[in-house]
Nanobody, 116 residues
Framework: QVQLVESGGGLVQPGGSLRLSCAAS????????MGWYRQVPRQQRELVAA???????NYADSVKGRFTISRGNAKNMVYLQMNRLKPEDTAVYYC??????????WGQGTQVTVSS
């Protein structure tokens, strides 16, 4: 069973940076894609960035040019480098794994707060 461990969330001032990490353990060979979603109160969870092995990363329009998703060399890690953060980036960020059998797994979420 694949499990996800997230880290890197916190409080940062506007214009600052954070790096989120998600470590997948278990059957990493069953992973089709890894990515990040975020959710704010009273809104649906939305895609921030996703990485598919052998494919191009996908980004929400609101984060293009500021966020970068990447995968570790061992491909059991996925990162989200967030630069030039804005208050509207404040949300709970969730690591997501899509398995080759079409199951979707989620981390517990990490709070990112951008505020002065």
């Amino acid at each position: 069973q694949v499990q996800l461990v997230e880290s890197g969330g916190g409080l940062v001032q506007p214009g600052g940076s954070l790096r989120l990490s998600c470590a997948a353990s278990g059957s990493i060979f069953s992973i089709y894609a890894m990515g990040w979603y975020r959710q704010v109160p009273r809104q649906q969870r939305e895609l921030v960035a996703a990485f598919t092995s052998g494919g191009s990363p996908n980004y929400a329009d609101s984060v293009k040019g500021r966020f970068t998703i990447s995968r570790g060399n061992a491909k059991n890690m996925v990162y989200l480098q967030m630069n030039r953060l804005k208050p509207e980036d404040t949300a709970v960020y969730y690591c997501n794994v899509d398995l080759t059998d079409h199951r979707r797994l989620w981390g517990q979420g990490t709070q990112v707060t951008v505020s002065s």
